[in-house]
């Protein structure tokens, strides 16, 4: 019996839907064909200075879909493994305008920030935070008209912390 030709070694493309296919992720849509259009989208936001990071931590990424990011994008544009990495890796979240509740138990909730210290970096202009108490009270807030970054620290005596026309708020390591 003749020996059996080599298999041909998978592109990237079908090793990302080989990937999805085997953890049941996105069933009804194409893997690689979803990491190749965040991975065009990322390239074009940073082209139009609007920022990559910016534009996938405001995206509403849901668990799957931040599983198949993490898997292919490694695959399929390296060059973004590492903002990919950052915006939706291992339990780090990042904040951008609105209301959250400070709670030490962040759980799913996506309205809740744990305590701690929080920085914005960017060409800010017309940035607003604010610290307040559980009642409301304003406990400490800032409008940077002109700024490059900001820190804030949420204390887990805060009832909320709110931002507006800031960006994304990274926790500080």
């Known amino acids: 019996m003749p020996p059996e030709p080599p298999q041909a070694a998978l592109t990237a493309e079908e090793k990302v839907d080989a990937l999805a296919e ?3 992720w996105l069933p009804d849509e194409v893997a690689s064909a979803y990491v190749a259009d965040i991975c ?3 390239t074009d936001q940073e082209e139009s200075g609007a920022g990559a990071v910016q534009w996938l931590a405001l995206g509403e990424t849901d ?3 931040a599983a198949v990011l993490r898997a292919g994008v490694p695959l399929l544009c390296p ?4 903002t990919v990495t950052e ?3 291992a339990g780090v979240r990042f904040y951008s305008d ?3 509740r400070v709670t030490a138990k962040l759980g799913s909730a996506v309205d809740a920030i744990a305590p701690g210290a929080y920085r914005v970096v960017g060409a800010l202009e017309d940035c607003y935070w604010e610290r307040t108490s559980k009642g409301g009270e304003v406990l400490d807030n800032g409008f940077a008209t002109s700024a490059q970054n900001i820190t804030v620290t949420v204390k887990a005596s805060d009832g909320q912390f709110t931002a507006r026309g800031c960006g994304v708020w990274k926790p500080v390591e």
């Open 87 to 89: 915006v939706l890796g």
């Open 40 to 42: 065009a989208t990322l």
């Open 22 to 24: 085997a953890e049941g």
């Open 79 to 82: 060059e973004w493994s590492k």
């Open 98 to 100: 609105g209301t959250y």
């Open 63 to 65: 668990a799957e879909h």
